[in-house]
């Protein structure tokens, strides 16, 4: 059974950090890329970013980049996304998703995790 678990979520001010975690288990995922996506209640889903398993290659959506950064580390099958300088705008909750590509595009990832709430106070 395949299983992608986030942490690292919470409450942080405006200008403050948070990093989130996501750990995959039950297959092997260095074919897979990774993604991060989030969504408020009545909003449709949107990328954050994403990442090849190698970590050569990246993806941002514009509203995060040089704000956010992802990353992997194979040996503990974990992404993580460093999420600086946080704006109210950047409240939701917070998906980790695995694809068999590098991309923006939600329907093409296979599996997903069930969220870490993130909510970033004015």
């Known amino acids: 059974q395949v299983q992608l678990v986030e942490s690292g979520g919470g409450l942080v001010q405006a200008g403050g950090s948070l990093r989130l975690s996501c750990a995959a288990s039950g297959r092997t995922f260095t074919s897979y890329a990774m993604g991060w996506f989030r969504q408020n209640p009545g909003k449709e889903r949107e990328f954050v970013a994403a990442i090849s398993w190698s970590g050569v290659n990246t993806h941002y959506a514009d509203s995060v980049k040089d704000r956010f950064t992802i990353s992997g580390d194979n040996a503990k099958n974990t992404v993580y996304l460093q999420m600086n300088s946080l704006k109210p705008e950047d409240t939701a909750v917070y998906y980790c998703?695995?694809?068999?590509?590098?991309?923006?595009?939600?329907?093409?990832?296979?599996?997903w995790g069930q969220g870490t709430q993130v909510t970033v106070s004015s």
């Open positions: 998703a695995a694809s068999r590509h590098v991309t923006a595009d939600g329907p093409t990832y296979d599996y």
